[in-house]
């Protein structure tokens, strides 16, 4: 297919540039200089063209003249001020004719030729959510309600014939018109799949406008990571795994045969993930689903999850694929795709957190997943990221209604999307998994599995009982007490696991803990989310290998205390002998019983016996004033919930796993009318306090669903939890400076990098390389806690905006943060002068991020 040459082409009216003229992008020459790069025409077809590859390679989007609808994404380009706006940016002689009076700055006032193209759309009568479609591509919602396409800040009438003629002509080259779109799902998914291609059409391969495009069309997809997808057939359980299943693997594998929506309830260490992979496998192999997203809670989630997951892929894929461009591993996906603008190095889909959505198969978290359905940006390329695959959402648990009620919209919309969705909890009340499914459900039993094929009714199907085991409940409201219990088991060979519900809490209690611990020959160790990856990879590493099946012939050289938050409790085969938790809702504290005596084969030294001690406050203290009783817990969760949970445990003596799990679970979640205390706890649950927003008005914030008058909020600030609290990057060095047109940045592990100043001193594939290795330093932390923030240009100065996105080059601060650690541990601004003007702040590898009082 030729295109029309950029600026040869007739003359449109005389009051307008044509269409076949119009500039849709500058092009940087290999000097430095500006140009003028691909014309509109030739932009819009690339994409059209990419979008059509893409189908064949997505069946998800089976929308005949989907590729034409992602063609007329930039119509809106056909505008005097954009126009003007490329001329401008020239620096090379080219023949674009000046258009006097325009001044393209106005732009910023309609919101760009996003607004321009939605708007032209409706003046020419398309139909459905089509114009909506043009309007979002860049990510969010234009406020196009006062203008028409004729409209003089436009062009006016003139300026509109050449967007009809742009779009007659882009349906003749493609041969189809684009499609009549009346669903809002589905509307979200041609949004997303329209985003992605015009971020691969306007990739490295199609930037110089003098090079051939039309043999890099397939290039340039596989490039971006769309693999066609193949997998091993006519494996069986073993041959994954490596073991046999058990009745629930076994029944769970002979359910899961078409798209819906699968729950699998059962007890902690039964296998449930490994049952998911098998089912996802099946559906891989045959053919109904295109790839696979494993959804963890948080981003507390251990890495070990990747390695069961990249172990899976091992086995499944046949020799030749290109698994690291498939799996989502680290920074690994970073370096080896390439998408255009939005997602090269500097710009905000450069995240690995975002674009593991996009990779076929990828371990990410929920909240990645929950904004594919919320008003934020770019929502509408995750719900393109999730169509069609298998979609396993793994900890489902019944705390955080708020949470629930955006999973539940999720789960709609990803049946919609063609996906299959597996949901895995040990902890559900009967009404959560009702809510999930859309649908009434009868049965109490526990283990249950409950299926809603889409081709289909709804079955559930209890499960045998494992074998019983009773775990010896222990209260106890002093520390120092539970302290000592600690260390006199350590002492006497086993292993303890300490579980805090924040990470200042958990550094205090290894502070307190470590130097006493090495003076009788016990280890200590902790874990917790605020290392550097590179850091707490090798403690986890560590400390999971000891805890775990691999460890059991070093368990008996010596006692162990591993301290941790959260993430000891997700998704790691960690066993201890004794476990001590501060209190957390019912759910929590179920899941972290499952780390204790897991299996029934590990050594114990003599006279262990199942315990867990729970650090507790006093009931009528708790539920008169939580806060206080509570401490940090209750900034993390509900106080309400907690005081509903406290009255369940506190007289228990003992525990029966798994008969106990779902009684206890409905004991907390029951709805009940309140008196007293509680009462008002619940009204701030739901209505919400001076400094901390209720459930109602959470959900509110959220915008389940694309609002046409409502503006788009900022993927890096939506909630899509009740206790979320506004986090940001920051970027540890042990110093950065300008050398010349470089900055010279000594990394933490004391590795040195050179940072170019210019986007032209160094390739496309150097930056990505340099971004992931930058990245390795980064650790995210609460905004309260993060070191002050620095300007955009002033941390562009140094180049960092071609590696991190720094957010709008015109905003006040920039998104990440910088801090160089001093000698003893103490950050320090990138200027000089203290990271924070109220704490100190330090970094080491025993303790991580940690924020103290100033003296």
């Not at 986007?759 to 002050?788: C, E, I, K, N, Y």
Request: include cysteine; charged fraction near 20%.
């Amino acid at each position: 297919m030729r295109l029309p040459p950029a600026r040869k082409s007739p003359q449109g009216n005389a009051d307008a540039v044509s269409c076949f003229q119009c500039p849709a992008k500058t092009y940087v020459t290999p000097s430095g200089e500006t140009s003028v790069g691909r014309t509109v025409y030739q932009h819009c077809l690339i994409v059209g063209l990419v979008a059509r590859e893409l189908m064949t390679r997505r069946r998800v989007i089976a929308v005949p003249g989907a590729e034409t609808q992602a063609a007329e994404h930039d119509i809106g380009k056909v505008s005097p001020f954009f126009y003007e706006k490329i001329r401008q940016a020239c620096t090379v002689p080219n023949d674009l004719v000046a258009l006097p009076g325009i001044n393209p700055a106005l732009e910023q006032g309609w919101g760009g030729h996003a607004t321009v193209g939605m708007v032209a759309a409706r003046g020419m009568g398309m139909a459905g959510y089509g114009p909506a479609i043009i309007g979002q591509h860049h990510g969010f919602y234009p406020n196009a309600q006062n203008y028409t396409a004729s409209a003089e800040i436009f062009g006016g009438p003139a300026w509109q014939e050449q967007r009809v003629q742009l779009v007659q002509a882009l349906r003749t080259a493609l041969s189809v018109d684009e499609p009549v779109v009346t669903d809002m799902w589905q509307a979200r998914l041609l949004t997303g799949f329209t985003t992605v291609a015009d971020w691969i059409g306007s990739g490295d391969l199609f930037e110089d406008p003098a090079s051939d495009w039309e043999g890099v069309i397939s290039q340039a997809v596989d490039e971006a990571g769309f693999h066609p997808l193949s997998v091993r057939m006519g494996l069986k359980f073993e041959d994954l795994f490596g073991f046999s299943p058990n009745p629930v693997q076994q029944a769970f594998s002979a359910c899961v045969a078409s798209p819906g929506v699968y729950v699998l309830e059962a007890p902690m260490g039964l296998g449930k993930t490994e049952a998911a992979l098998y089912a996802a496998y099946q559906m891989l192999q045959s053919g109904q689903a295109e790839g696979v997203y494993f959804a963890l809670p948080t981003q507390l989630t251990s890495n070990k999850i990747y390695e069961r997951f990249r172990d899976f892929l091992t086995a499944i894929l046949p020799d030749g694929q290109p698994r690291r461009a498939l799996l989502l591993h680290g920074q690994a996906w970073l370096t080896d795709t390439r998408m255009g603008e939005e997602a090269q190095p500097g710009g905000s889909w450069f995240d690995h957190r975002k674009r593991g959505l996009l990779a076929p198969f990828a371990v990410g978290t929920l909240d990645q997943a929950l904004m594919a359905v919320m008003n934020v940006n770019h929502g509408a390329v995750r719900a393109f990221g999730l169509a069609g695959k298998v979609v396993i959402l793994d900890e489902v648990h019944s705390y955080d209604a708020y949470t629930g009620v955006l999973l539940d919209t999720l789960v709609t919309a990803l049946r919609q999307w063609g996906a299959t969705v597996i949901v895995l909890s040990a902890t559900l009340t009967q009404d959560r998994r009702a809510d999930i499914l859309g649908t009434a459900v009868a049965q109490a039993a526990y283990p249950l599995i409950t299926a809603c094929p889409n081709d289909g009714p709804v079955r559930e199907i209890p499960l045998p009982t494992p074998p019983a085991s009773r775990v010896t409940v222990v209260s106890c409201t002093d520390d120092a007490v539970a302290l000592e219990e600690a260390l006199n088991r350590a002492a006497e060979g086993q292993q303890v696991l300490w579980v805090e519900n924040t990470v200042a809490e958990a550094q205090q209690r290894f502070k307190s803990l470590a130097a006493r611990a090495r003076s009788q020959g016990i280890d200590c160790g902790l874990l917790h989310s605020r290392y550097l990856q590179s850091d707490r990879q090798a403690s986890e590493a560590e400390w999971v290998k000891i805890f775990g099946k691999d460890g059991r012939s070093q368990r008996s050289r010596c006692g162990r205390i591993l301290i941790g938050t959260q993430v000891v409790e997700q998704s790691l085969d960690i066993d201890a002998d004794f476990l001590v938790s501060r209190f957390a809702p019912t759910d929590m504290l179920l899941q972290r019983l499952g780390r204790l005596w897991r299996h029934r084969d590990t050594p114990r030294p003599v006279g262990t016996d199942c315990t867990v001690l729970l650090l507790v406050p006093d009931l009528p203290r708790a539920i008169e004033t939580p806060a206080a009783a509570f401490g940090p817990t209750a900034a993390v969760y509900s106080p309400y919930v907690l005081c509903r949970s406290l009255e369940v445990w506190h007289d228990l003596r003992d525990v029966c796993l798994p008969d106990d799990i779902r009684s206890l679970v409905d004991r907390t979640y029951a709805t009940r009318t309140e008196q007293g205390p509680m009462a008002r706890w619940f009204d701030e649950l739901e209505h919400g306090t001076r400094t901390r927003k209720g459930r109602r008005a959470l959900r509110q914030m959220a915008r389940l669903t694309l609002v046409d008058d409502e503006p788009v909020q900022s993927d890096t600030t939506a909630r899509t939890r009740f206790s979320d609290i506004e986090t940001c990057d920051v970027l540890l060095v042990q110093s950065l400076r300008a050398v010349g047109a470089v900055s010279v940045c000594l990394l933490p592990d004391g590795s040195r990098v050179e940072i170019p100043h210019r986007l032209r001193d160094m390739d496309r594939q150097g930056w990505r390389q340099l971004a992931a290795r930058l990245m390795l330093s980064v650790v995210r932390v609460p905004h309260h806690h993060a070191p002050t923030a620095m300007p955009v240009r002033a941390l562009a100065s140094h180049g960092l905006g071609q590696c991190f996105y720094l957010g709008m080059p015109d905003a006040p601060e920039a998104l990440v943060r910088v801090a160089v650690i001093g000698d003893d541990g103490v950050l320090s601004a990138l200027g000089g002068g203290p990271a924070h003007p109220d704490l100190r702040l330090r970094y080491d590898s025993d303790f991580g991020y940690r924020v103290e009082e100033r003296e």
